[in-house]
């Protein structure tokens, strides 16, 4: 397999990067890790005319803290969820999937914004995304904006982003020691894409009732989604047995999955309940037990 003729930049500056993709537009792939970008030329499934390598654009590795979170530059790597130290403490929901996420030589390699923007609905980051409510900066001619995690995915590897802008870093607001949180998914081998996936946080609040909860399913049809049905549901509700039957129930009905070569729609459907139940049995565990630490 060999991808299509392509014309290969390496620009040395995030401004001299957005030159180009201004220039260029849709017919540009801009590489970080190329974890997934590669194999989909490879296999003629992406075929850009110009790919835009950003790994010598200096000062877009780190992991820092922001007024609104921590942000991660575009180059910073996947292995980063691991092997930062800080991270736990800040966003202790990361290490917990990028266990999930491939195999280390993968995660060596590819970055955290690029599986962020990429947008593969099978994949865990844009899940983690979209429950934190993650914001995503990018850049063009016309100057900075930020998106909303929330607002950002439209289908099957479609986002917001547009031809011309660059994402520099996405920022994911810190958690709060009160959050409970779990993540699970199902797949035919570990490290191979997820048949159905879920992400849930949330906290319990004086009442002992679940308040913010936030469940991110992923692939489930052709994006990572919040399931905001179900999450209005279970807000002001005492955590049960009958409670995590609705859950499940309600996930299955919400899930849009279709028939394809690994499992049919019905499958994933169940599947999908199934994750939701676990999850949210474990985040409102850890919930709850840290609601009783701090009482203590």
């Known amino acids: 397999m060999k991808p299509g003729r392509f014309r290969y930049l390496r620009p040395s ?9 201004a220039e260029y537009g849709d017919e540009a792939k801009v590489l970080a890790g190329g974890q997934s970008l590669i194999p989909m030329m490879n296999m003629r499934l992406a075929r850009p005319a110009v790919l835009v390598d950003i790994n010598r654009v ?29 991270i736990p403490e800040r966003l202790p929901l990361l290490p917990a999937v ?71 870093e996405v920022i994911f607001p810190r958690m709060t020691p009160d959050m409970g949180w779990a993540v699970y998914e199902v797949c035919r081998r570990r490290g191979d894409f997820a048949l159905a996936g879920m992400i849930t946080l949330l ?26 049905d179900l999450e209005m549901d279970l807000v002001g509700q005492e955590m049960s047995e009958g409670l995590l039957g609705h859950a499940a129930r309600r996930a299955a009905e919400l899930a849009t999955a279709d028939d394809d070569i690994h499992a049919t729609g019905e499958y994933r459907r169940a599947l999908a309940g199934e994750t939701a139940r676990r999850t949210l049995r474990s985040a409102a565990e850890m919930a709850a037990a840290q609601s009783n630490e701090r009482r203590q």
């Open 203 to 228: 906290r319990i609040d004086g009442s002992g009732c679940l308040s913010d909860v936030r469940m991110a399913a992923y692939g489930l049809g052709g994006s990572a989604f919040r399931l905001k």
């Open 58 to 86: 200096a000062g877009l590795t780190y992991v820092t803290d922001r007024q609104d979170g921590v942000a991660f530059g575009a180059s910073t790597r996947q292995r980063s969820l691991e092997l930062d130290d800080s």
């Open 98 to 168: 990028a266990e999930w996420m491939s195999h280390p030589q993968i995660r060596n390699r590819g970055t955290v914004v690029g599986s962020v923007v990429h947008a593969d609905p099978a994949a865990e980051l844009p899940a983690a995304a979209l429950a934190l409510e993650a914001t995503i900066r990018a850049v063009s001619r016309k100057g900075d904006r930020t998106i909303s995690a929330l607002n950002f995915y439209l289908g099957y590897y479609a986002t917001e982003l547009q031809p011309d802008e660059l994402v520099t």
């Open 13 to 21: 500056s995030v401004e001299e990067a957005v030159e180009i993709l």
